[in-house]
């Protein structure tokens, strides 16, 4: 049974960081393609950033320079680093595994206070 489990999620302030985490399991989970992706309620869900098995990066523009993905295959555990936080980051933050078959996590909650 695969499961990605996403933690790290918070209220912060505006310029604020934070961390998030994604921990996989039930998937050779070196070998996929480890993404974030963020979703608010009546628009479609983006991706924010995905890591190849390379380690290769991808970002979306509006988080470039903000943002930092990584991931560690010997925790089976992707991470999203995010520094200066905005209003419009406010979202639910979702893990995506995608290789021959695409899983999701169950999201976790970011929201960004002025």
């Known amino acids: 049974q695969v499961q990605l489990v996403e933690s790290g999620g918070d209220m912060v302030q505006t310029g604020g960081s934070l961390r998030l985490s994604c921990a996989g399991s039930g998937i050779n989970f070196s070998s996929y393609v480890m993404g974030w992706y963020r979703q608010v309620p009546g628009k479609q869900r983006e991706l924010v950033a995905y890591i190849t098995s390379s380690g290769r990066t991808n970002y979306a523009d509006s988080v470039k320079g903000r943002v930092t993905i990584s991931r560690d295959n010997t925790k089976n555990t992707v991470y999203l680093q995010m520094n200066g936080l905005k209003s419009e980051d406010t979202a639910v933050y979702y893990c995506?595994?995608?290789?021959?078959?695409?899983?999701w996590g169950q999201g976790t909650q970011v929201t960004v206070s002025s």
């Open positions: 995506n595994a995608r290789l021959f078959a695409e899983y």
